[in-house]
């Protein structure tokens, strides 16, 4: 994408590319996100796949990737045959609360090892304890995150 806009545009879409590939997600998942939120949309299927110069391939992967995590929604365009996606309603909500789901899960794997530990193994108690405070802590800042959020729309 190199050479097609100045004004930062492909660099943010590189970017956030490479933020989801940080997280274990798609880097192209990231580019077709980062090209979302600049473009805005709807935006047709061939077009992102022109624009971000991918495989008809990648962009159905990772469009179907991205509407399972909810941050990406398919529409019809009235006279148009091909899929077009745009950003879903409050994206980053639903970003976070996906964060929220995969804490709550590490926090319920967290909790079942302290049960299945004898109870002689004090330090191993101690710190899957501070773990789990941990994992509690995180939990409930996302919640009142999603909920500053949620009020804002």
């Known amino acids: 994408m190199s050479g097609r806009n100045h004004d930062g545009t492909d660099q943010f879409i590189e970017q ?3 933020v989801f590939q940080a997280e274990g997600l ?3 998942a ?3 996100m980062g090209l979302l939120v600049i473009e805005g949309g709807p935006m047709a ?3 992102i796949a022109e624009r971000l110069r991918i495989s008809r391939g990648s962009v159905s992967t990772n469009t179907r990737l991205l509407e399972q995590m909810g ?5 019809a365009v009235p006279g148009e045959r091909q899929d077009f996606f745009r950003l879903a309603a409050a994206p980053y909500v639903r970003l976070l609360s996906g ?4 804490m709550a899960k590490a926090r319920d ?5 302290g049960r299945s530990l004898p109870p002689d193994r004090h330090g191993a108690h101690q710190r899957l304890a501070e773990l789990d ?6 939990g409930s800042s996302l919640a009142r995150l999603i909920e500053q959020f949620s009020r804002r729309r």
């Open 16 to 18: 956030l590319g490479m």
């Open 26 to 28: 798609p880097r192209i």
């Open 30 to 32: 990231g580019r077709v």
């Open 45 to 47: 299927f061939a077009a």
């Open 71 to 75: 941050v990406l929604e398919r529409v």
């Open 99 to 102: 964060l929220t789901q995969r």
């Open 109 to 113: 794997v967290v909790q079942r090892a």
């Open 133 to 138: 405070e941990f994992y509690a802590e995180f």
